[in-house]
């Protein structure tokens, strides 16, 4: 990850925390639904710990993880049980999980590297395995008001990188917009992806 960007979660953990984003829940609803309930599943960039915190109150397990230390300590305060912390170029996992949940963090990967992230998670995933990510559409990479790096891909573009990690049954991408800790408001893409059989 851009260090600026990493940097920025660093010293604003406590800050993050306080914000309370509920318009991922029609999406976590339909990334649920495609897996068993005892799936093994890894949420990547959970921030303060609020979609680990939903994915359990609805009767799942999850492993969270966040690349920044402060902001998993927040994070298992919050859920009370640890939070690994893993950068997403540190994914060694081998066909472990039922289910990846990564939802506004993959969109800070640099360019150039996400598809190497993707193939990582792809790896990670367990034959016929579900995938969320989310990220901020644009036209080529960038950074915000708050100097965090953004790779602002296009929806070709995203599906040309996800084509180069790796065999996926089902991507689906959806469009939308949310509120961002800058305050501004957004146009996201919303991708599901499954791991081919």
């Not at 969270?64 to 540190?90: C, I, K, N, Q, Y």
């Not at 989310?134 to 990188?161: F, I, V």
């Amino acid at each position: 990850m851009d260090d600026a960007t990493l940097q920025f979660y660093r010293q604003n953990a406590e800050a993050y925390a306080r914000r309370e984003i509920t318009s991922r829940d029609a999406r976590l609803t339909k990334f649920l639904a495609l897996l068993p309930k005892d799936a093994a599943i890894l949420e990547l960039g959970c921030g303060a710990g609020a979609d680990s915190a939903e994915i359990l109150a609805r009767g799942y397990d999850v492993t969270p993880t966040d690349g920044s230390p402060e902001m998993a300590e927040v994070a298992a305060r919050r859920l009370g049980r640890p939070v690994g912390t893993l950068l997403f170029h540190e994914l060694d996992a081998v066909e472990a999980y039922d289910g990846i949940w990564a939802n506004a963090c993959l969109l800070h990967v640099p360019r150039d590297q996400l598809a190497n992230v993707l193939a990582l998670i792809h790896r990670a995933l367990k034959p016929g395995g579900a995938f969320y990510a989310s990220y901020k559409k644009g036209d080529g990479d960038g950074r915000d008001t708050l100097d965090r790096y953004y790779n602002y891909p296009t929806e070709d573009w995203l599906r040309a990188t996800y084509a180069q990690a790796g065999a996926w049954h089902e991507l689906s991408i959806e469009t939308g917009e949310v509120r961002g800790f800058d305050d501004a408001m957004a146009e996201m893409f919303f991708v599901l992806a499954r791991k081919g059989p």
